[in-house]
């Protein structure tokens, strides 16, 4: 009924016992796709999988969704249980041994990616195990509760594995085609593959234009062979964006990039200087690409995204509160690893908070002084960027009000304060600065 996969036909006899259920994909109300589950004809061992089994269904219309109509919904979808290793994607039935959810999700995926669309080469193995691979992420993301870890352990695993060598591309080279552990190695064609899907839907900032470039890859090469380029060449059409940064680093480039910041406060502006190395320099020497940063304070953590173009970049953005640290990635977008990250005083001044006695003619940032205090504090502040200060206690209530002058850069509180723990607030037309003060006489 359908052309067919031509590399992995399959026939299985046994003594099976036939489990049916249908998927009801949405696009094809109210048919439905009969689900054929062919098992050891032993009741103990189909009750044990009933439960699995019985997430195929969901799975196909999930899938039916995201990527497009189950490519075969005229004939069935199913499983024949076989004393094989792992799985086989046969086309509309799927050879396994055992039944998990991931390896149910991984080779009802490959019906899409693998059979209907092919890779045109071993080279390009990606367009079948790395999206096979990000289909099972995929539906643990959209389907948490069928699953027993988090998508988001999953991905981070996924990223320590690729990370346990320097090395290796996604793309198989020419040398390494008939070394069939290279061309399904686990850690490249499935995980890094996977992962790098991950990071061109970051780097997209868009989930309904990710899933219709997987829907227009499907249905421009439907019952067709595709290599990277060809998906490449659909995202960038679909997305409007350039992506051959993006293959030559992920796709054919090799390792990873190890992010470093040194960052500052200025006034109402935060600066993060962004430095990579990466881990196989001779192959891939710099990763361009949207990085996402969580920049932590008491105040309340602020998420930014920059678009790294060039090694020691520096990004300025309109930030108030008082920073305590920044995390790259939170969200593992990408596979990376974390250098070091310095706050550093701002280049050409004395430091934020000068520690003890000492009165700086110029002041760029407010400060309280002695901060520890014993009682009696000095506010410090920029002229004609801070025109008010107010005291507060730790419960929030206002203590004084204090207009600050801008024919001096301090004001002294008369109030010798008790014990404990104070905030001022410095305002000003465009500026709002708040500083923690404690108090131990
Ligand atoms: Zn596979």
Known sequence: RYPMAYYHPSFSVGNYMEYVNYAAPAAMAPAQIPILHYLANNNAFFNSNKANLDKTPVFVEKMSELFGLYPF???????????????????????????????????????????????????????????????????????????????????????????SATGGSVFVPDADLFDENRIFSNRLSYEKGASIIHTLRFELQNDNLFFQILRQFQTQFKDKVATADDFKAVAENVSGKNFTNFFNQWYYGQGYPTYSINYYTRNDSLVMNITQTTSSPGNTSFFSGLVEYTIQSGQGDTTVKFNLTSNGQEFRFKYIKDPTGIVIDPNNWIINRVGSINRVNPPGEPPVNPPGPGTPSIVFEPYVSPNPSPGNITLRYPTNVYTQAALFDTQGRLMQKIQLSQN??????????????????FTGAENDKTIKVLVVH
């Not at 010798?416 to 905030?423: C, E, I, K, Q």
């Open 73 to 163: 919904k005229n004939e069935k979808y199913g499983h024949a249980q076989a004393n094989i290793g792992g799985g086989m994607e046969q086309q509309t039935m799927s050879t396994m041994s055992s039944f998990g959810t991931s390896l149910i999700a991984h080779e009802l995926g490959h019906q899409w990616f693998g059979n209907s669309v092919t890779c045109a080469t071993w080279n390009h193995i990606w367009i079948n195990e790395g999206f096979a691979t990000y289909a099972d992420y995929l539906m643990n993301e959209q389907l948490p509760t069928l699953y027993t870890s988090s998508a988001a352990s999953v991905m981070t695993a996924m990223h320590n594995n690729v990370m």
């Open 408 to 425: 001096t850069n301090q004001y002294q509180v008369g109030t010798l304060l008790a014990n404990g723990v104070y905030f001022i607030r």
